[in-house]
């Protein structure tokens, strides 16, 4: 028996199926934005197209729901289309668009939001029955990020391989918002810092220990990933403070339990090698006798050689960067700022 495609709105717009009538406007929609974020030809799309895919869409829904499609309506207008595909037991892919002239007004979002919340109810009251809605959505299209997060996706991360794509290696990827059924309604202030958060920008942080003898030398290590040496200490974990990670970096890559007193420096680092940019915090490890390399266990996966060396051999031995930054963590008593290791 086929199934009942419902009518869905929120009172301010409308999702219905498709309509014979609808195809004509849907088509003199179509511009190259819709092209573009669809990955549709534009002269593959005609009347005669769209009506074979309508049809698809029909027999889709009919056999088992696997692809439910609407059209947007707003006062009796289509203004878009928005859609929910099956890709594995409990889990649909969103895809939308609105058509030329009907776009900053909000429609996208609010439809968004009605077929997620018809996508989550349960099949006993006419929904699917989803436990998870994602979308995937280009890096380049700022539109439709806006429109995920307005609808309450979270980003998740990049995919850079795209399903669709015949699996190929792709430089853009895809962005992957998501949303689960059990994740707290958007009017919980709970959820909507969720939702900045998975968006919002995140500095990576490094923590760094500057350990000297009673001759002012430093204590450097020689690392097994590069040629180059550099104050021991590490990348700061999530939910971890910079003063503990660098105690925990110092103690699990060198065997020595040192206390990271007051914080020297702080040093922006551009994005350099691969690595994206980070902030990098030294911090005063104290004055200790050379007698202090007996204690050390180095890690062999990470650490080559350990000694102190004065500034001269640092300005030898490391990155530029990394003496500018040593030489400044020295020349201070007061946290100053620097950008790989230059002050203004």
């Not at 806006?146 to 190929?168: F, K, N």
Request: charged content about 30%; proline content about 4%; overall charge negative.
């Amino acid at each position: 028996m086929a199934q009942v495609q419902p009518t869905l709105t929120d009172g301010v717009i409308a999702l219905r199926p498709w309509r014979d009538e609808d195809v004509e406007a849907a088509v003199a929609g179509h511009d190259d934005e819709t092209a573009l974020w669809l990955g549709w030809d534009a002269t593959d799309v005609s009347v005669e197209r769209l009506r074979e895919r309508v049809g698809q869409w029909r027999e889709d829904f009919d056999a088992d729901r696997r692809r439910s499609s609407f059209v947007v309506e707003h006062e009796g207008r289509v203004v878009g289309s928005v859609e929910v595909t099956l890709r594995q037991q409990g889990t649909g892919e969103l895809r939308w668009t609105l058509y030329a002239g009907n776009r900053g007004r909000g429609f996208a979002s609010r439809a968004v939001r009605v077929l997620v919340d018809w996508a989550f109810a349960e099949e006993a009251e006419g929904g699917l029955g989803l436990q998870r809605v994602e979308a995937r959505i280009d890096p380049r299209n700022e539109a439709g990020r806006r429109v995920a997060t307005r609808a309450g996706l979270r980003l998740e991360g990049t995919q850079r391989i795209v399903p669709g794509s015949g699996d190929r290696a792709d430089s853009t990827g895809a962005m992957v918002y998501a949303r689960l059924v059990s994740d707290p309604p958007l009017s919980d202030p709970e959820s909507f810092r969720a939702l900045l958060n998975s968006f919002l920008p995140r500095k990576r942080a490094i923590g760094q220990l500057l350990v000297r003898d009673p001759d002012g030398r430093v204590l450097l290590c020689r690392l097994t990933y590069k040629q180059d040496w550099d104050l021991p200490g590490g990348v700061v974990e999530v939910g971890e403070s910079p003063r503990t990670a660098v105690e925990r970096e110092v103690e699990e890559e060198l065997g020595l339990r040192l206390r990271a007193e007051s914080l020297l420096l702080t040093d922006w680092l551009p994005p350099w090698g691969g690595w994206d940019d980070a902030l990098c915090l030294v911090f005063d490890g104290g004055i200790h006798e050379p007698k202090l390399l007996d204690g050390v266990v180095k890690q062999e996966r990470e650490i080559r050689e350990v000694r102190f060396c004065s500034l001269e051999e640092v300005d030898e031995l490391a990155a530029d960067f990394t003496a500018r930054r040593v030489r400044a963590a020295v020349a201070t008593e007061g946290a100053p700022y620097t950008e790989s290791g230059r002050a203004r």
